[in-house]
């Protein structure tokens, strides 16, 4: 069994800072590529960063500059670190992991969790 669950999110002003965390467990040796995407109400899923598993990452045109993808090999866990946060930053996140174990890799997605920016 493989669990894939996020933390960190909550409510912030606009201006300040957020770290969401997507820890993978169970029965996995490691981790690969790590993407995290956001659904605002009313719109479609939108990947906004990854990070590959050699470390490069890349980011929506709209958040470069201002989130920051990476990741902790030994906890397999990726991180979004996101500063400078808009109201239209507001959103539930998601992580997509993909997942080595036994034999197999694949993809898991995280529960999601609410980022909430608003004075």
């Known amino acids: 069994q493989v669990q894939v669950v996020e933390s960190g999110g909550g409510l912030v002003q606009p201006g300040g800072s957020v770290r969401l965390s997507c820890a993978a467990s169970?029965?996995?040796?490691?981790?690969?590529?790590g993407d995290w995407y956001r659904q605002a109400p009313g719109k479609q899923r939108e990947r906004v960063a990854g990070i590959s598993s050699d470390g490069s990452t890349n980011y929506l045109d709209s958040v470069k500059g201002r989130f920051s993808v990476s990741r902790d090999n030994a906890k397999n866990t990726v991180f979004l670190q996101m500063n400078s946060l808009k109201p239209e930053d507001t959103a539930v996140y998601y992580c997509y992991v993909e997942v080595y174990g036994g034999g197999y890799a694949r993809g898991h997605w995280g529960q999601g969790i609410q980022v909430t920016v608003s004075s």
């Open positions: 169970g029965t996995i040796l490691s981790i690969g590529s």
